[in-house]
């Protein structure tokens, strides 16, 4: 095992537009947010600027509500301002930034699980706004609609492995390190959560086609 | 290696972290198992279609504005100074500016305070002279105050006494009787306590203690007459002779009629008879060596005259 696999994103062999920057320095991310603790506040821009969007990406993958992920992702940059006392010399930014994304998910679903509002996200694909247009449901559009309604009925701890792994390009040690398990325990879990998809994946083509 | 073997370790051959003998051993089961082969397929392609998910729609402006908003107001709070710390470093300016810097000066400042203190205190926190007078009138108030207490506790102890001679216990009663031995100066109220001892008590004990308590103090007229009243009553030889030793002792010339009678009575005891023959004599012997002996005026030593 290579020390870099570790402590480095794995770089994504699918290019992928909106996954963390390929040219993520990881001693700068860590350089910025040790000025962010020190007092310099507005250093933390350069932070969100990067990432953002990846942390967008995973709220809106894992709920499926753009508008409340947004908020979770301000609720995110919040409490790194709240609590930037407590980084570590020796922690990976990268890695404390989805340990807090991960707790402010458990967060929304704990609170939505209590309300009456829809937060199921497999009644996701009922949801009109969201169903691809009739004209672009052919060829590649189709399937991309089709593999969004598929993750979003998966159970939601397959997908937040999932979209860690195959969406935000987390390797499985930071994947391990981020969930509290063995990397084997992971790897487990990521190949059921695969199965679990296509068999969803398939299911919803047949819906669809009958 | 065996199908399930084979299908645990697609992720990692999927990931390329398979080591090289096992990917090999992997591709060579592959190419024998049509099962694995459409397992490893299904699972690439479902892969591909994940992966080629585009990244979700781009956040709103919001989000930014939303941020550097935060972000602006938490810099501000960061940058500025509380009131409170600002006033305080303001009065530690006035304070510092106020005295002086260098520490022989603040140390001189010190004492001078202090001097000044000290005079100050002197000067006007000495009681005045006028309370002078109403302090020794309290003074004799408490003194007499004091006087009258000191009586009523002498008057208690003679009280205490008295009660103890009639309520006690034998034993009790002779100790009351020793400790009147170890008063100087009784009062007549304590003597005539001892006397009605000496006349009542039914214990010889505590009679035989009585006439010791009183031998000190048998230069008194009323314990004469007491020990006198005493020994007509007397029962016991013991205390009949301690009496009549006593008597003789302070040459008691009243009592010579009742030696008299005591040495020819038949009835009584003959070392009671002895006794009281002895006592006539000596009554009737003036002493030499004692002369001053019958001074007391009460008692006009007939043999003197």
Redesign the interface.
């Given at each position: 095992?290579f020390l870099a696999?570790v402590t480095e994103f794995?770089v994504?062999s699918?290019a992928?537009?909106?996954?963390l920057p390929v040219t993520v320095d990881a001693d700068s991310d860590h350089e910025l947010m040790i000025a962010v603790r020190a007092?310099e506040?507005?250093r933390?821009?350069e932070l969100?600027e990067r990432y953002?969007?990846p942390l967008?990406?995973f709220f809106?993958?894992l709920t499926n509500q753009?508008s409340a992920?947004?908020d979770l992702?301000?609720i995110v940059?919040?409490r790194i301002?709240k609590y930037r006392h407590t980084y570590r010399d020796e922690g990976k930014f990268s890695a404390w930034i989805y340990h807090l994304a991960r707790k402010v998910a458990a967060d929304h679903f704990r609170k939505h699980a209590r309300t009456p509002t829809p937060a199921d996200p497999t009644d996701f694909h009922d949801q009109p706004d969201q169903d691809p247009a009739p004209d672009t449901q052919a060829g590649?559009a189709d399937?991309?609609a089709l593999?969004?309604r598929a993750?979003a009925r998966v159970s939601h701890e397959h997908r937040e492995v999932?979209v860690l792994a195959?969406?935000q390009h987390l390797?499985?040690q930071e994947i391990a390190r981020l969930l509290d398990c063995s990397v084997g325990a992971v790897?487990?879990r990521?190949?059921r959560a695969?199965?679990e998809?296509?068999e969803v994946?398939f299911k919803i083509r047949k819906e669809q086609a009958a | 290696m065996n199908c399930q073997r084979v299908q645990d370790h697609f992720i990692d051959y999927q990931d390329g972290t398979l080591a090289a003998e096992d990917s090999a051993a992997l591709r060579a089961h592959l190419a024998s198992c049509p099962t694995c082969q459409r397992e490893w397929s299904a699972l690439q392609e479902i892969t591909r279609k994940l992966e080629a998910l585009p990244a979700a729609e781009e956040p709103s402006p919001r989000l930014r504005e939303q941020f550097y908003a935060m972000l602006e107001t938490h810099q501000r709070e960061a940058d500025s100074v509380s009131p409170f710390a600002l006033a305080r470093s303001r009065l530690d300016r006035f304070f510092a500016a106020l005295l002086p810097s260098t520490p022989a000066l603040q140390f001189a400042g010190a004492l001078a305070a202090l001097a000044v203190g000290v005079f100050t205190g002197a000067r006007y926190l000495t009681p005045p002279p006028s309370a002078a007078a109403p302090v020794a009138v309290v003074d004799q108030a408490a003194q007499q105050k004091i006087a009258d207490l000191e009586a009523q506790v002498k008057d208690m102890g003679s009280l205490v006494a008295a009660s103890l001679l009639q309520q006690k216990s034998t034993s009790e009663r002779i100790t009351t009787m020793l400790a009147t031995m170890d008063l100087k100066s009784p009062d007549r109220r304590v003597l005539t306590d001892v006397v009605s001892a000496l006349a009542l008590d039914p214990s010889v004990n505590v009679r035989l203690a009585a006439v010791e308590a009183l031998t000190d103090h048998a230069d008194q007229a009323v314990v004469r007459q007491g020990l006198l009243a005493a020994l007509t009553r007397e029962t016991a030889p013991l205390v009949q002779v301690a009496i009549i030793e006593l008597l003789a002792d302070v040459r008691e010339f009243d009592a010579a009629p009742l030696f008299e009678r005591l040495s020819r009575d038949e009835a009584t005891d003959q070392n009671v008879r002895d006794s009281a023959r002895r006592g006539l004599a000596v009554l009737r012997t003036p002493s030499p060596t004692d002369p001053l002996k019958n001074n007391n005026p009460s008692n006009p030593a007939p043999a003197v005259s």
């Open positions: 095992m696999s794995r994504s699918v992928s537009p909106v996954s007092g506040i507005r933390l821009g969100f953002h969007k967008y990406g809106v993958r753009p992920s947004e992702v301000q940059f919040y301002l590649t399937d991309l593999m969004r993750l999932l195959r969406l390797n499985h790897k487990v990521a190949h695969l199965k998809l296509r994946y | -």
